[in-house]
């Protein structure tokens, strides 16, 4: 594995991101070098999922913030919960809006919003989003303390830290995937699947996120935190299939 820094002039970023599912306004795009040269000096043998960052890093030097001197999966699997989190939120907006906005076929002076059971779809799913969001804040501050001690000398920012963060952000990201493929979308109504719908547009990004790197990583992180747990070496189990 070797990690480097490409000269802006050797590299072409490729506008291919366009026509995806969901998530269009991310803009992940691929680069494409041919023959490119990178100095000696810009490259280090070392993988991205696994930099030492014991008492600091250049970053965490240079800013004074702790929350540099990372391990870079755990903070990438936060980003993915956070996204995730504000998804599960606004669908749950556009799905209270629709029950209000819907008259009921044989009683049309009410709507869906005064039916016991549509109650109890947004009541479930606002559950499970905010806990999504609870486990999500908790975990960020959890990262931040881990970051800080790190830094400090007071305790290593490990893999099985790594680990244990990374799991729990993921989880959280799949609580409000859960909420929004089985209550908010699932009995919504199909003249909301239909594009320029809102509903499918968060159906859209929510789907795209569960095809990402991030989620199909929770097997081997399920076995890492099992391993480390147990006192067993986690570190040749690899998280990316």
């Known amino acids: 594995m070797l990690l480097f820094v490409a000269p802006r002039s050797e590299f072409t970023v490729l506008d291919d991101w366009h026509g995806v599912l969901g998530l ?40 004074g913030n702790p929350m540099y001197a990372h391990r870079a999966p755990s903070f990438y699997h936060g980003e993915l919960a956070a996204v995730m989190t504000g998804i599960g939120y606004a669908a749950a907006d556009e799905y209270a809006r629709i029950l209000s906005g819907r008259p009921l076929l044989l009683e049309p002076d ?25 486990a999500l804040q908790h975990t960020a501050a959890d990262w931040m303390e881990t970051c800080r001690r790190g830094v400090a000398g007071e305790a290593p920012f490990t893999m099985a830290e790594d680990n244990r963060l990374a799991l729990m952000f993921l989880n959280a990201g799949r609580l409000a995937w859960d909420a929004l493929q089985n209550i908010l979308f699932r009995t ?54």
């Open 24 to 63: 269009r306004g991310s803009g992940s795009h691929s680069v494409h070098m041919e023959n490119a040269r990178i100095p000696a000096y810009f490259t280090r043998e070392a993988s991205l999922a696994d930099l030492p960052v014991e008492g600091g890093s250049v970053g965490s030097k240079l800013h």
């Open 110 to 134: 009410r709507t869906r919003a005064d039916l016991h059971d549509y109650q109890r779809h947004l009541g479930e799913a606002l559950g499970l989003i905010r806990t999504a969001e609870a």
């Open 188 to 241: 919504a109504g199909s003249r909301h699947a239909r594009d320029g719908e809102r509903m499918q547009r968060y159906f859209r990004d929510a789907a795209t996120y569960w095809t990402h790197v991030g989620p199909s990583m929770a097997e081997p992180l399920y076995r890492r935190v099992g391993c480390d747990r147990l006192g067993l070496p986690s570190d040749h189990i690899p998280l990316i299939p």
